[in-house]
């Protein structure tokens, strides 16, 4: 077996419809770093045997898949990442050319949304995950590309086909953001931009592991993973230039945020777009930042909480895929 | 045959590429056609005439 380039390495992913039953992959993320790898937990029986040595004999205790993808923002893979983050994608009808898929949190534990994640290795070794969950993704922004960076937990992999193809597409950067605050998303809507330095956002499912083992099987049940509570953080940072800013968190303002990326045209008007919502992000540290050669810059650190009109958080993708394939 | 896209794609497997609104052929190969055409964006050129 010839030896395999890290660059050799194709991903490959699909939603699946039903959890835990592999599909074929219909988006090929451009990653910049990747993780996910099979996990064969191992138990060693280490009971008396009349000898020193501690291990006398071993099992599989655990058959599973865990590990992380990250790559840059755009309008194809968004849908797949923040759809599995959050639990529900809503497509809507073609508009100028556009569709408009709406990202929003799942409620019901036990119903995570899961894909099939295919890792084809220098044409040598095809991988493919079934029943993989979204743990966490991480996204963050400051003076470069959009990075997404998912922590993913899955069923053991066996073996799959993956042809790859891969799109030309606008990946987001941190000049075709724009940032608006406000009390309410649509208070924030009608609002004048705010310039800001970064902004980072965490949904973490928190996936509770333990439960998807049961008896008979040593590997995880189909649509095993429940999701645990969800808690949405993040950060996002900007120059001190009043108080503001500095007085939402002094007072625990009523503080949300419509954050919007917009890339190439699709229609005569609408456009390639990555748009959050943060409904009501509670300001949780001292934000102040004083630098002696530099200027005074305010890191805002925030947690989200469920608003009844905004709930917590809508990520909206605007673009030229249908909700077959979003 | 060929075939029509609404976005730059490249198969690397098959060494081959489309540009957005490019005509091009296919190239051989029954897998390689199957996978081109799988695609959503790549839809075949109508040969058809319109009345």
Not at chain 1, 5 to 25: C, D, F, M, Q, R
Not at chain 1, 80 to 92: Q, T
Not at chain 2, 23 to 33: I, M, R, S
Request: some cysteine; aromatic content about 8%.
């Amino acid at each position: 077996m010839a030896r395999v380039g890290g660059t050799e390495v194709n991903v490959g992913l699909g939603i699946e419809s039903t959890a835990g039953t592999a599909v074929a992959a219909t988006v090929f993320p451009q990653w910049t770093e990747f993780s996910l790898q099979a996990i064969s937990e191992k138990a060693l029986f280490n009971s008396q045997r009349g000898v020193r040595n501690m291990a006398s004999n071993s099992m599989i205790r655990r058959r599973y898949s865990e590990g992380s993808m990250s790559c840059i923002a755009n309008t194809e893979n968004a849908p797949y990442l923040f759809g599995l983050a959050l639990g529900s994608v809503s497509s809507g009808s073609i508009t100028d050319s556009a569709y408009t898929h709406t990202i929003t949190v799942q409620n019901a534990h036990a119903s995570m949304k899961t894909a099939t994640v295919l890792l084809e290795q220098g044409g040598e070794v095809t991988e493919r995950f079934a029943n993989v969950v979204m743990n966490s993704l991480n996204f963050e922004v400051s003076d470069n590309y959009a990075t997404m960076t998912a922590e993913m937990i899955g069923g053991f992999p066996d073996t799959g086909t993956v042809t790859e193809s891969f799109t030309t597409n606008d990946e987001f950067a941190y000049h075709q953001m724009s940032a608006k605050f406000g009390t309410s998303i649509s208070n924030a809507n009608g609002n004048s931009a705010t310039p800001i330095k970064s902004f980072a956002l965490n949904i973490n499912n928190n996936v509770l592991l333990d439960e998807a083992f049961l008896s008979g099987a040593n590997t995880p049940t189909a649509g095993g993973f429940i999701a645990g509570r969800m808690q949405i953080t993040g950060s996002y940072s900007l120059q001190f230039d009043g108080l503001a800013e500095l007085n939402k968190y002094k007072a625990n303002t009523l503080n949300s945020m419509e954050l919007t990326f917009t890339g190439s045209l699709i229609g005569s008007t609408s456009a390639h777009q990555i748009i959050f919502e943060v409904a009501d992000m509670v300001l949780t540290a001292p934000p102040k930042e004083i630098s002696l050669d530099g200027i005074i810059i305010l890191t805002q650190e925030f947690e989200v909480s469920f608003d009844a009109t905004d709930s917590e958080l809508t990520v909206k993708v605007i673009n030229d895929d249908n909700g077959d394939d979003y | 045959m060929k075939v029509k896209s609404k976005k730059d794609i490249h198969f690397p497997q098959f060494n081959w590429g489309i540009s957005k609104g490019a005509e091009v052929e296919l190239p051989e190969g029954k897998q390689a056609q199957d996978a081109i055409l799988a695609h959503p964006h790549i839809k075949k050129v109508s040969t058809k005439k319109e009345d």
